[in-house]
């Protein structure tokens, strides 16, 4: 499973492979082999390149805390499909206009708005199902519906332009 994992300004997907308690995990190009065990509620027990490490996880307010030994990492870490829909799916067409693009193929499940619909910031525009899960699109600005390309039920591919607002 892919991961796309935040510290900071510093974005790197990671990719998990293997079935508990032995991992690959790989980021970029380096790759490690880890066995991580649950020890105790939110403690860790990791053997990586044959070095042991206790690492103390928590959640705090959707980051994920991570304290090894003196060195404490705040981290967000969402699933890769999920965040290429939040990142890719919306695209600015020009100053004042916004041009929603399917980030991934899915299947179009519901429609909120026709050309000629006044639209404000935040206003939902449509909900794909891609990867099993369903992702509503909410306008990036405030502007009128110009164009909508899809319908209840449609597929589509990653790519496709599905709503234009001027």
């Known amino acids: 499973m892919k991961f796309v994992v935040t510290i900071g300004d510093a974005t790197e997907t990671v990719e998990v492979s293997g079935k508990a308690p032995r991992y690959r995990v790989t980021i970029g190009s380096e790759v490690w082999e880890v066995d991580g065990r649950l020890t105790a509620q939110g403690i860790y027990s990791l053997l990586i390149g044959g070095a042991s ?4 996880v928590r959640d705090d307010g959707g980051a994920c805390v991570v304290d090894i030994g ?15 829909i939040r990142t890719r799916g919306r695209s600015a067409a020009g100053a004042g206009a916004q041009t929603l ?19 404000e910031k935040g206003d939902t525009l ?18 009128t519906v110009s164009e909508v390309r899809v319908t209840p039920g449609q597929a589509v591919n990653g790519g496709d332009v599905l709503v234009v607002i001027a």
């Open 53 to 56: 490490h206790v690492a103390d």
């Open 70 to 84: 003196d060195e404490r990492y705040v981290l967000r870490v969402e699933e890769e499909t999920r965040h290429i």
């Open 101 to 119: 693009v399917a980030p991934l193929p899915g299947r179009i499940v519901r429609v909120a708005v026709k050309p000629g619909d006044r639209v």
């Open 126 to 143: 449509l909900v794909i199902e891609a990867m099993k899960m369903e992702n509503e699109y909410r306008a990036g600005s405030a502007g």
